[in-house]
């Protein structure tokens, strides 16, 4: 029987609707919208070539994967170990279900190879790692299946930098140290950043130098002054049944003195690296009549050598002197003008009970009239105050008694301070408060278990941050005061040359960092605690 034409239509229109709602018209590649969040990393399905295959001549290597996934930062995170001299093409870098390597340099027989990809594996959508997967193959009969295994410390950081490599050097007939400086390592691999600790596999028996590096280039060579490195005084034999430990540390680099640089009219810039701790520099047969004062700065490595009165010459030349070393340095001289005195507060606002209000000032200061300068409290009190130029640091410090709850006007009158080139002040005034005792608390701590003295006790802030320092000659109690409310841990280092800070180690003398040691879990204070601990030193 035939349907009326109208009935055809609204059957097609009822058609077309249910049609609409079945769920196959959500046929929608992905998870439902409020489904469960993916939490499962990618997994390897099958590699081309297999893994862990012997006689390897591949150009190319496939690694396919059960989802689409991406790789993050592969450039730094994937490690070849020996390393390639020519780095591999890694494709492609969207998403897709496989990655290919091509290989662009000539294998050396017989050796193992593994392909390290760090953290750099994770799944498209919720990006899942898969961390630390390896490939590995070999161009001889066999894989080689020796190991060595360790952790990484910072030799005076509480915790150690992420993006840490360890490395292997073969030490044979043509070994010398200059190797980790010009050439890649024979083994390398990274290490765990949650744990610190590492592992080198499939690695052959033979003596070895054993290094970690923090390596900022990521170029396989130790670069002073930019790279941390920690290395281990004796070679290492593999197989070995040792667990190693390796303490990082940045070498202060070799005494080298830049080229000078004018400032202005009386100021001239000598920058340097290394250490220049008796660093002297002197205008080089001056006039009659003209004087030169030497200052530091406290951001930078770099001395200032400011010269008045203001001298007229085409040139100017300087002797520095270091220890034994002397450089002779020719700067042509211009006619700029002279500095101006500008003078700014360190502390203003809320003032710790261990500080000292202090002026830094942009020019070296002269003198100070301390009948012109004044400091009243809140109730209008004038109170008895000392100062103290630094001569070295540009500075004025006021030292003078705070008590608690109290705020403090510090009023310079005009002419107060006079600097360098004659320049005097303008009217200043700053002001300065102070909490309750109360507020903070106090922590005693004992030493036990010393090897020898002396040492530096520290109080470091979660952050990393110094609190306070104390430096002992003999065993004694240290008292640290007016601590804010938080966590804290205590740091001993021993100095061993009695310079008075610590030192890092230096890989061709052969010496290590100072020894730094931490306290297991941190110190926890709060307003008006009085605490008291001992910190036992380890063997």
């Not at 340099?105 to 961390?131: C, M, R, V, W």
């Not at 470091?460 to 005061?481: C, E, I, R």
């Amino acid at each position: 029987m035939k349907l009326p034409a109208f009935c055809k239509a609204l059957l097609a229109i009822a058609v077309t609707a249910l049609l609409a709602l079945s769920p196959a018209s959500c046929a929608k590649k992905g998870s439902p919208e409020g489904g469960p969040r993916d939490t499962i990393a990618p997994v390897v399905i099958r590699t081309v070539p297999e893994n862990y295959s012997v006689n390897f001549d591949a150009k190319e290597i496939r690694i396919y994967f059960d989802e689409y996934i991406r790789l993050n930062n592969a450039s730094r995170q994937m490690i070849v170990s020996p390393p390639f001299d020519n780095p591999p093409d890694i494709s492609p870098l969207g998403a897709a279900k496989f990655i290919k390597i091509k290989i662009n340099d000539t294998l050396k027989p017989n050796t193992t190879y593994a392909i390290n990809f760090g953290k750099s594996i994770a799944d498209n959508n919720e990006n899942n790692e898969y961390p630390y997967y390896r490939y590995v193959f070999s161009t001889g009969s066999y894989i080689d299946s020796l190991s060595v295994s360790g952790r990484v410390k910072d030799a005076f950081l509480r915790e150690p930098e992420k993006d840490l490599t360890v490395m292997l050097y073969q030490v044979d007939s043509t070994y010398t140290d200059s190797v980790v400086f010009l050439e890649k390592p024979y083994y390398i691999t990274n290490v765990t950043d949650s744990t610190s600790s590492f592992a080198l596999e499939n690695l052959k028996a033979g003596k070895y130098l054993l290094t970690a590096m923090k390596d900022s280039n990521f170029n396989y060579t130790f670069e002073p002054g930019q790279d941390k490195i920690g290395y281990l005084n004796q070679y290492i034999e593999v197989p070995a049944d040792t667990t190693y430990e390796l303490s990082l540390f940045k070498e202060v680099l070799d005494y080298n003195l830049e080229r000078p640089v004018q400032v202005s009219g009386g100021q001239v810039l000598f920058g340097y690296r290394g250490a220049a701790d008796s660093l002297k520099v002197a205008l080089s047969a001056p006039a009659n009549g003209f004087e030169t004062r030497q200052t530091k700065d406290q951001e930078r490595d770099s001395i200032r050598l400011w010269i008045r009165p203001k001298i007229k010459a085409d040139s100017l030349i300087f002797h520095a002197k270091n220890q034994d070393l002397l450089d002779t340095l020719v700067l042509r001289w211009r006619d700029f003008n002279l500095d101006t005195l500008n003078v700014r507060a360190e502390k203003s606002g809320r003032i710790d009970f261990d500080q000292v209000f202090a002026l830094k000032s942009d020019t070296p200061i002269d003198s100070v009239l301390p009948e012109l300068i004044k400091i009243t409290n809140k109730d209008s009190m004038q109170i008895v105050f000392d100062y103290k130029i630094d001569s070295l640091y540009n500075r004025v410090e006021f030292p003078f008694e705070y008590k608690e709850s109290q705020t403090y006007n510090i009023e310079i009158l005009p002419g107060a301070l006079t600097d360098y080139f004659g320049n005097k002040n303008d009217t200043l005034n700053y002001r300065v408060a102070t909490q309750n005792y109360s507020d903070f608390g106090t922590l005693t701590v004992n030493l036990a278990n010393v090897k020898s003295y002396p040492v530096i006790v520290e109080l470091v802030k979660s952050n990393g941050d110094l609190d306070d320092s104390y430096y002992l000659t003999a065993a004694k109690p240290v008292k640290f005061q007016y601590i804010a409310p938080g966590e804290y841990y205590i740091r001993v280092i021993y100095d061993l040359n009695g310079n008075g800070r610590w030192d890092p180690g230096n890989f061709l003398n052969k010496t290590q960092a100072e020894p730094v040691f931490y306290t297991q879990g941190a110190e926890e204070m709060n307003s008006n605690w009085i605490r008291e601990v001992t910190f036992r030193l380890p063997d």
